[in-house]
């Protein structure tokens, strides 16, 4: 089991449909992060919330949008997603914001198909 | 951009076997994090190496680190077929925007009973 927690698992989704993932985590972390995973690819960051904060946006389509809502919760709104969005969405918490010398904790992730 | 390079990209072993995994990276760090990544899960953080460093170990992982030659390895000494995973290399650039880590490209790890 992961500390930080992701619904849902698997989501399918048409073009045209408006959906949320969430991301939850009580390790008291004040920075959140939103990464996008292609298989067999590494992570690429999306987000960066820093006490919750909006603090890097590494110039993601406005189709995703994150929210925030407290220092335990990260959510990821999609709206209008193409096909090539469709991969393993992660979400991962640290202590602090550019705190050096310590890692990342990452959840299970949400499949993500775009039909 | 994904400044990392892992070598093997894939690598397949014995169970009992010991697996050596490489990774360079470009720019000078603070320091170098290992995760494991199991098919359809997240990323499990394994060991985190700082820049003043030049061995770590953790159980049967053994992890080393040469800043002059900008080089890393992962060491899995007596393999069972539950450390079949992806492992990825992470580095923490030294003048670092806001905590981002650099990934390598994985290598893909699979060990046969």
């Known amino acids: 089991d992961t500390e930080v927690t992701q619904t849902p698992k698997h989501l399918v989704m048409g073009m045209t449909n408006k959906k949320s993932l969430k991301c939850e985590q009580h390790m008291g972390h004040r920075a959140m992060y939103w990464y996008k995973q292609k298989a067999k690819k590494p992570p690429e960051l999306m987000f960066v919330y820093s006490y919750e904060k909006l603090s890097i946006n590494e110039s993601v389509p406005s189709r995703f949008s994150p929210e925030c809502p407290n220092s335990s919760l990260l959510n990821l709104h999609l709206h209008a997603l193409q096909p090539e969005d469709s991969a393993l969405y992660l979400c991962a918490s640290s202590q602090r914001q550019g705190s050096h010398n310590q890692p990342q904790h990452f959840g299970d992730g949400t499949r993500l198909s775009i039909l | 951009s994904q400044q990392g390079e892992e070598d093997p990209q894939a690598l397949s072993i014995q169970e009992g076997e010991n697996a050596t995994m490489n990774c360079s990276y470009k720019?000078?760090?603070?320091?170098l994090q290992w995760y494991r990544q199991n098919s359809g899960r997240g990323l499990v953080h394994l060991i985190l190496?700082?820049?003043?460093?030049r061995e770590k170990h953790s159980g049967r992982l053994r992890v080393t680190l040469d800043t002059s030659k900008k080089s890393s390895s992962l060491l899995i000494t007596a393999s069972r077929a539950a450390d079949t995973a992806s492992y990825f290399c992470?580095?923490?650039?030294?003048?670092?925007?806001?905590?981002?880590?650099?990934f390598g490209q994985g290598t893909e790890l699979s060990v046969k009973p």
């Open positions: 720019t000078s760090i603070n320091n």
């Open positions: 992470a580095t923490d650039p030294l003048y670092n925007q806001g905590g981002k880590l650099i």
């Open positions: 190496i700082r820049s003043n460093e």
